[in-house]
Nanobody
Framework: VQLQACGGGLVQAGGSLRLSCVASGLLSVMGWFRQAPGKEREFVSAISWTGSRTAYADSVKGRFPISRDNAKKTVYLQMNNLKPEDTAVYYC??????????????????WGQGTQLTVSS
């Protein structure tokens, strides 16, 4: 499975941006993680195969809805009301299993190359 994440960029605080992750193969649970300079990679959000179940980090809950289009093999992360602390490289990943929705990076088997988001104050 190969993943291609895109959609990052530079945005002002309070703005919005949508990340996309296109996969080359069959998918199960998909997740988004982020890593800021000098910090560990952290969980952002995850979505089940059907899209009926989602999980969010407290820091993004209510601001970053996750969705997917299996026909397009694409997962989206809509990022609203962005804050400077959201600045990071964002990665999409495929979980090793179909359930539950994991939040630890080691539970994910395949990773995209990352896309940079910078939020200016």
């Amino acid at each position: 499975v190969q993943l291609q994440a895109c959609g990052g960029g530079l945005v002002q605080a309070g703005g919005s941006l949508r990340l996309s992750c296109v996969a080359s193969g069959l998918l199960s649970v998909m997740g988004w993680f982020r890593q800021a300079p000098g910090k560990e990679r952290e969980f952002v959000s995850a979505i089940s195969w059907t899209g009926s179940r989602t999980a969010y980090a407290d820091s993004v809950k209510g601001r970053f809805p996750i969705s997917r289009d299996n026909a397009k093999k694409t997962v989206y992360l809509q990022m609203n009301n962005l804050k400077p602390e959201d600045t990071a490289v964002y990665y999409c990943a495929v979980d090793r299993s179909e359930w539950p929705l994991h939040t630890a990076p080691h539970d994910y088997a395949y990773w995209g190359q990352g896309t940079q988001l910078t939020v200016s104050s």
